[in-house]
């Protein structure tokens, strides 16, 4: 019976779909998010890197995927979790021409 109950679980997903997520990298660089439009599945995580030597602070509107780094000084790393399927704008409180394009699958 617990292996049918693990093959189940394998089956639908509840087990194999945290070995599938990955971790994403973009960087903030030149008032620009590089690359500026990504792909990325739920559960996955981007991680947003600050190669300026100037503060950024990255924030969505999109309340399924809400992230707001706060002021996220030149070096510091922070994490976006992929909570919900939509694509959704990620921008920057002090640089309103940073734009990137997050499209979830
Ligand atoms: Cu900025």
Known sequence: MAEIALLSAILSG???TPLLAS???VDQLGRKFIPSTLNVKVGDTIRLKNS???AHNAYTDDYQNEFDSGMQKSGEDTLINI???THFKVQCAIHPEMLLHIEVD
């Open 52 to 54: 300026d030597s100037f």
């Open 23 to 25: 971790e994403h990298v």
């Open 14 to 16: 509840v087990l194999f």
């Open 83 to 85: 909570k919900a399927k």
